[in-house]
């Protein structure tokens, strides 16, 4: 298998460019960081519990996805536990504490994300 080269002229434009990045890159908006407070969705939101194994440990991810804009979420560790049963329960509660709608009625459904799994 060959290396990747690139030639002395690509490589030097690469440089300049990385170089004036500066000059073209402009600073960003203190609304750019808006999506940080604006969560008046999160009353919205179906909770979707995730465990997942990570360094030995058993990770609690609480998903909350809003029930008309599926693609608006926000993912969180909560917790880490060494017994996998232990997640299970306390990812439970934990789910059941954050959801708005205790009755569970907010759902999400997987087709609105149009993927291709095939």
């Not at 969180?76 to 954050?98: D, G, H, P, Q």
Request: glycine fraction near 2%.
């Amino acid at each position: 298998m060959d290396n990747f080269q690139l030639d002395n002229d690509a490589y030097n434009e690469l440089l300049n460019l990385l170089n004036n990045q500066h000059f073209t890159d402009k600073s960003g908006c203190q609304e750019d960081m808006d999506f940080l407070s604006d969560d008046w969705w999160l009353r919205d939101t179906a909770v979707i519990e995730n465990i997942v194994k990570r360094e030995g440990m058993w990770e609690i991810h609480l998903v909350f996805a809003h029930y008309q804009e599926p693609k608006k979420l926000i993912k969180r560790v909560i917790s880490r536990f060494t017994c996998k049963n232990k997640a299970e329960l306390n990812a439970w509660y934990m789910k059941r504490l954050a959801a708005k709608d205790q009755r569970g009625t907010l759902k999400v459904n997987l087709d609105d994300f149009k993927l291709c799994l095939s």
